[in-house]
């Protein structure tokens, strides 16, 4: 990488880092290494986001995460988490369709748990 390039991408970074070409060429090569791994770290993390607020709102109506999935998948519903996700945020009422075809497609879906309650309730 010559020396234009290297000024080029470390524009914006703090101190002599962006105009001393050693410390520049240093700075810039650290910060590809971390874009590259950070844009694997992302998919990682979106995915956890997406199981995070299924779990969510699959446990508002007395089912957990694993039983609800395996029931769409014994269905064969192939909505991916990003939609399944966004439906359990924005669309309650299809989610909770989703939910009630689940619990009918796996039998460890039907008993219903009422969520535990939380806080000072608990101490009284």
């Not at 914006?12 to 770290?41: H, P, T």
């Not at 945020?89 to 219903?112: C, Q, W």
Request: a positive charge; aromatic letters at 8%; hydrophobic letters at 35%.
């Amino acid at each position: 990488m010559n020396k234009k390039e290297v000024f080029k991408l470390a524009k914006g970074f703090r101190g002599r880092a962006k105009n001393c070409i050693r410390i520049a060429r240093e700075r810039v090569e650290k910060a590809l290494q971390y874009s590259y791994r950070d844009r694997r770290n992302k998919k990682r993390d979106m995915r956890s986001l997406w199981i995070q607020r299924i779990n969510a709102g699959t446990r508002q109506h007395g089912v957990n995460y694993g039983n609800f999935m395996h029931g769409l998948m014994k269905e064969n519903v192939q909505l991916n988490r990003k939609v399944l996700s966004e439906l359990s945020m924005h669309e309650p009422y299809s989610f909770k369709a989703l939910v009630d075809i689940s619990r009918n497609a796996f039998p460890g879906n039907k008993t219903v748990i009422p969520p535990k309650k939380e806080g000072l309730a608990i101490l009284v």
